[in-house]
């Protein structure tokens, strides 16, 4: 093989050209490997969720739906406290206005 110093412009871009298309083609391969086994880990968990009892189900559910509130009600008061601040800037901004 040349040393890279003899290498002419044209075998330097092919060089780049065929590393760039490995990378492309482990970069496909990775994503899609990644999306195979998300999507047989929910096949799996809708397979389990299916074999319960409905009342384990409602159970499953209710306690999920818990957990969904509480989350809400935390980003509800960060939205709440955003918006304090929002008006009290304007305020601000409005009473260095007036003269």
Avoid at 8 to 13: A, L, M, P, S, V
Avoid at 30 to 43: I, P, R, W, Y
Wanted: aromatic residues 6%; charged residues 25%.
């Amino acid at each position: 093989m040349a040393s890279p110093s003899t290498l002419t412009k044209q075998q330097k871009f092919k060089g780049g050209v065929w590393a760039v298309a490995f990378a492309a083609v482990i970069m496909v391969g990775t994503l899609t490997g990644a999306q195979l086994k998300s999507d047989k880990q929910k096949e799996q968990a809708i397979k389990e969720f299916h074999q319960v009892t409905p009342s384990e189900q409602i159970a499953m559910l209710q306690k999920q739906r818990a957990i969904l509130v509480d989350q809400r009600t935390a980003l509800q008061k960060k939205l709440d406290v955003f918006k304090e601040r929002v008006r009290e800037r304007h305020q601000a901004q409005e009473a260095s206005k007036k003269p």
